[in-house]
């Protein structure tokens, strides 16, 4: 795993993701996206549901991506991740790369974090995800 990155998760594309055209739905990366980031958070030590029966609920506030190139049927990807944070938010710098090491999809996602349901400033994710910010 490269430096940059503090997670990564390979997944296989399967047959109800691709469109007619025989290539990834867009909306699919959005899925392996969250995907790697539930993964990362249990291999953090704290499942989402762990989080929430704690009474922290991460949630999506903004994602920015860019498709660089599609994946078919039967393709495997490796699903990186790092981890920063702008104040209360939590960024994740999430790429997708095929198995030639070609970058698929680029994004960037904000998470906040919510105590009991209001906006908090995120010491417990902080605390929980030390070892992994950047």
């Known amino acids: 795993m490269s430096e940059e990155y503090v ?13 007619a055209e025989g290539i990834v739905n867009n909306a699919n990366y959005l899925h392996y996206l969250e995907v790697t980031r539930h993964e990362f958070c249990e291999h953090a030590g ?12 991460p949630v999506c506030t903004h994602i920015d991506i860019r498709y660089v190139r599609p ?12 981890l920063s944070r702008r104040g209360p938010v939590f960024v994740f710098r999430q790429d997708i790369f095929n198995m030639a090491g ?3 999809v680029k994004a960037v996602v904000d998470i906040a974090s919510f105590r009991n349901g209001r906006l908090s400033r995120g010491e417990e994710l902080a ?5 992994y910010l950047k």
Not at 71 to 81: A, H, I, P, Y
Not at 127 to 131: H, L, P, T, V, Y
């Open 102 to 104: 070609e970058p698929v």
């Open 46 to 57: 704290f499942s989402f549901r762990e989080m929430h029966a704690r009474g922290l609920d």
């Open 71 to 82: 994946l078919g049927l039967g393709d495997s990807m490796v699903s990186k991740l790092s």
């Open 7 to 19: 997670y990564e998760l390979p997944i296989k594309v399967r047959d109800y993701e691709v469109d």
């Open 127 to 131: 605390e929980i995800f030390k070892d």
